[in-house]
């Protein structure tokens, strides 16, 4: 994260275009293995979701990898450096909430600080108790496609570092507004 450039102006620049009152919001990732279309939910953790949507629109997401994928239990993206220790050089406030983690529930990598969430998101393979609570749920896979998109990319076999042997690539990410 040190040394990362702070995307944080073009973020806001972007962000000021979302509404969750006016509409519902999803991110498409175009991934080298398939779709994966995910329902944002800003009612449990508005800062988040406004966090990735603003990172989306501006193309951050694109061309990143899934660096780390651990079977039965989630696959990781979001860091610039491919490395797990990259972020978009600046941090967001944890929004614990009630939503457990379960298959296809889109949720916010950090470091043991609590509020150390930037760009890095994972996507839970499993039903995952002991996160609940203590990282920030803000999405679900949308659709039984997108989750068997996930399920298809948890199985991409890894190496001792829990990094896929073959890439697996956010193409891009976009943004979908749907008026409520």
Request: hydrophobic share 35%.
């Amino acid at each position: 994260m040190f040394g990362a450039k702070n995307r944080k102006a073009e973020v806001e620049v972007a962000q000021k275009e979302i509404d969750f009152a006016k509409n519902s919001y999803q991110v498409v990732l175009d991934t080298t293995l398939g779709p994966i279309t995910l329902n944002l939910l800003p009612d449990v953790a508005p800062g988040h979701c406004l966090n990735l949507l603003g990172l989306a629109k501006i193309g951050y997401y694109d061309g990143l990898i899934f660096h780390r994928v651990i079977s039965g239990f989630m696959i990781q993206g979001g860091c610039p450096q491919g490395t797990g220790t990259g972020g978009p050089g600046y941090t967001i406030k944890a929004e614990f909430n009630g939503t457990t983690h379960v298959p296809g529930v889109l949720s916010m990598a950090r470091t043991s600080d609590p509020n150390s969430a930037g760009s890095q998101f994972f996507i839970c393979l499993e039903t995952v108790p002991h996160l609940d609570r203590q990282y920030t749920a803000f999405g679900q896979t949308a659709d039984a496609a997108s989750l068997a998109v996930v399920k298809k990319i948890g199985a991409t076999p890894t190496d001792g570092g829990d990094r896929p042997k073959t890439p697996v690539k956010i193409n891009t990410m976009k943004v979908v507004a749907t008026p409520k």
